[in-house]
């Protein structure tokens, strides 16, 4: 995850729709044999911005267990019956309650997202665009509940100053 931030930070920031365009199969499946066989990745040799944007959405979806984690799926896609004024405390106190190493690596992910955004009106990636990119990515299991984890993403990107402060 680490690797494609870093690449992305420097190189894709100003790509219009960053996450929105896919890549080369078969360089896709090149970097995963690297990665799984536990190789270098150097993405600025590739000079491809898409194919670290697709490298980093697979990661995430290929987790064995959602960053979000399925324990937090029920909250989290209830999260729009508790009231607005409520929301960002909730959304912190679920924050707060993941895996250290789940919480570290949702923070680096939405900081980073925040400077994608940051950037929407030359790459178009704007919170709500970013939303729904990645919350398939952060959190699934079962049901129909792509909506809500929509917003609890749409929303952790729109205040992530206050949840993870």
């Known amino acids: 995850m680490r690797d ?3 690449f992305l930070s420097e190189q894709g920031l100003e790509i219009e729709g960053v996450f929105r365009r896919s890549a080369n199969v078969t360089l896709v499946k090149e970097v995963q044999l690297k990665y799984n066989s536990g190789q270098a990745v150097n993405f600025r040799d590739m000079e491809d911005v898409h194919l670290a944007a697709v490298i980093l959405k697979i990661f995430l979806r ?15 896609v ?4 508790v009231s607005s004024d409520s929301q960002v405390t909730v959304m912190k106190t679920l924050v707060e309650s993941l895996p250290e190493e789940n919480y570290a690596s949702l923070r680096y992910l939405i900081t980073f ?41 749409r929303t952790l990107l729109d205040q992530h100053h206050l949840v993870f402060a």
């Open 78 to 81: 209830n999260l729009a019956s």
């Open 62 to 76: 290929e987790l064995p267990e959602p960053l979000l984690t399925y324990q937090l799926y029920n909250d989290i």
């Open 4 to 6: 494609t931030i870093i």
């Open 113 to 153: 997202l925040a400077q994608v955004s940051a950037n929407s009106e030359v790459n178009k990636m704007t919170n709500s665009n970013l939303a729904v990119v990645f919350g398939p990515n952060l959190l699934w299991w079962r049901g129909n509940a792509i909506g809500p984890i929509n917003n609890f993403t």
